[in-house]
Nanobody, 120 residues
Framework: QVQLVESGGGLVQPGGSLRLSCRASGFLLPFSTYGMTWYRQAPGKERELVATITSSGSTRYADSVKGRFTISRDNGERTVTLQMNSLKPEDTAVYYC????????????WGQGTQVTVSS
């Protein structure tokens, strides 16, 4: 059974930090072959890409989080991490982990999401 399990969400004051983790299990193909992405969805808004890391380790960030968030992966532990610093109230959302293969066989998996709330 394929699973992506996020952890690390919670309530933090503006300017604070959180570290989100996503652990994969049950993949039939090596974890290293998947591009890993964090998305978020705030109430009443569409889901948006936050940060992505390719199978080769290249990263890309939404403009709104550049310089504050860092995505990384540990293929041996089958985890992807999102370090979030200098958090703002507008970062409040449910954060989702996604694993995707863009080469055959195409595969696309989602975690259940973890709530991040930035508020004083």
């Amino acid at each position: 059974q394929v699973q992506l399990v996020e952890s690390g969400g919670g309530l933090v004051q503006p300017g604070g930090s959180l570290r989100l983790s996503c652990r994969a299990s049950g993949f039939l193909l090596p974890f290293s072959t998947y591009g890993m992405t964090w998305y978020r969805q705030a109430p009443g808004k569409e889901r948006e890409l936050v940060a992505t890391i390719t199978s080769s380790g290249s990263t890309r960030y939404a403009d709104s989080v550049k310089g504050r968030f860092t995505i990384s992966r540990d293929n041996g532990e089958r985890t992807v991490t999102l370090q979030m610093n200098s958090l703002k109230p507008e970062d409040t959302a449910v954060y989702y982990c996604n694993a995707r293969r863009t080469r055959s066989p195409l595969q696309d998996y989602w975690g259940q999401g973890t709530q991040v709330t930035v508020s004083s």
